[in-house]
């Protein structure tokens, strides 16, 4: 199992806390020491995060002191919270508590889901800092609106690192998400329920909503790909599935300034259907994937059964040694998509440590011999790094997670310039 142990303690001690909610908001305490029959507190705390979040009500904030959780059931949130009275899945400051589902059996992972059913909304949630390992989906989420999941390492989950259904106005940052997938029924030749390998089935992040942010993710070795958008018939509005339009298709989507690297049998990105429109997707790197089958195109940025409009690709760094990065299938440039300022197999990313095959510990950091760097777009919106650094620290934004920060650049910086969808 892969390791990011230096890289997750930074970004957990790096934890700030969101400003105060409602007088009538309750915070409670969970602890490996605890008990259920506790009333929650601080000094007397609950056992369970399971417990925890089915309690919790809009305004609650519940913080998880380090420790590892093998005992959960499907952690469940039931509630929706408010724009004044969001509710909080925390990490007490300083600590690491370590979801670890031991047996990845279905249920096996932290869902949003609204009691009263699955085209109910649920908003303005927020999941940070912790470990999510060994489950079916790492998190799953149901008509999430208006929340975020950050500072999170998903990992060796059996099916989805996150899997999305339905949603709109999400942020996504600051997340690891590596090795998820059936590795073990693809190596066996299992086939999915329609007869087709299973192989390019389970993904990083496969999600479908409206007006997602994904920025500063490291993204690695997970079996299919990387970051995958289902704008394909699926996501469609139905009021069955979804409780408005404006939870369904995939569109108006900002992926940035990302590592997504070693995916065994897929690119970094793939936007898939004809209700993927408007989509930027710049100041990436994209790495070394399609590793099962290194002759493959496609193996940065791919489009399958492509009929929207208004993509743009600017600024990405792409290498694989394979075939080629920037793979089309079903789009066709300057009718469905433009792109500029790509640097495509001019040269290695210069990572700290990061070869043509995964290592057992990736480090995606920049060395000072990096075309990345001062190479990225000043995006208004992503004024910070990976590790919570400032960007840009030179004369542009460094492309990927990471701003380099070790060398002398004293340039000023480029003017930001609003991230906006058009």
Not at 61 to 90: C, M, Q
Not at 230 to 250: D, K, Q, V
Request: hydrophobic share 35%; with cysteine; glycine share 12%.
């Amino acid at each position: 199992m892969l390791r990011f142990n230096q890289a997750l303690s930074a970004c957990l001690l790096a934890s700030v806390l969101l400003p105060p909610v409602a007088a009538h908001a309750t915070t409670y305490y969970v602890a490996t020491t605890g008990n259920n029959s506790n009333p929650g507190t601080e000094d007397k705390p609950w056992r369970t995060i399971t417990y925890a979040v089915a309690a919790m009500v809009a305004g609650d904030t519940t913080f998880v002191r380090g420790g590892t959780y093998s005992t959960e059931d499907t952690i469940r949130f039931k509630r929706t919270g408010t724009a004044t009275a969001p509710i909080r899945l925390l990490n007490y400051p300083g600590e690491s508590p370590v979801i670890d589902y031991v047996d990845q059996q279905v249920g096996d992972t932290v869902t949003v889901l609204h009691v009263a059913g699955q085209n109910v909304a649920m908003g303005y949630l927020t999941i940070e800092g912790f470990e999510i390992k060994n489950g079916y989906d790492g998190i799953k989420f149901y008509n999430m609106h208006n929340s975020v999941i950050r500072r999170n390492w998903i990992h060796d989950n059996i099916n989805q690192g996150i899997l999305g259904i339905g949603g709109h106005h999400n942020l996504f940052e600051r997340n690891i998400i590596n090795h998820n997938g059936s590795f073990v029924g693809c190596a066996r030749g299992r086939l999915s329920s329609d007869g087709t390998t299973i192989c390019n089935k389970t993904h990083g992040l496969y999600m479908h909503g409206d007006t997602y942010t994904i920025t500063n993710n490291i993204i690695y070795d997970n079996l299919a790909v990387g970051i995958q958008q289902n704008g394909s018939s699926t996501s469609a509005y139905s009021p069955i599935r979804h409780p408005g339009p404006e939870f369904a298709g995939a569109a108006n989507w900002v992926i940035a300034h990302n590592v997504s690297a070693y995916h065994s049998y897929g690119p970094g990105i793939l936007l898939w259907g004809s209700l993927s429109n408007n989509i930027r997707i710049e100041n990436n790197i994209l790495f070394e994937n399609h590793q099962a089958s290194r002759s493959t195109g496609g193996q940065g940025i791919f489009f399958t059964g492509m009929g929207g409009k208004g993509v743009t690709i600017r600024n990405n760094l792409c290498y694989a040694s394979g075939k080629n990065c920037l793979g089309v299938t079903g789009a066709t440039e300057g009718v469905h998509y433009t792109q500029s300022g790509n640097l495509v197999n001019v040269s290695n990313p210069g990572f700290i440590n990061a070869p043509a095959t995964v290592p057992a510990s990736p480090n995606f950091a920049l060395t000072a011999r990096s075309p990345a760097i001062d190479a990225g777009l000043p995006l208004a919106t992503v004024q910070i790094d990976f590790n919570g650094a400032p960007r840009p620290r030179g004369r542009a934004p460094d492309i990927g997670a990471y701003e380099y920060t070790t060398d002398a650049d004293t340039r000023s910086p480029l003017e930001p310039t609003a991230l906006v969808i058009n």
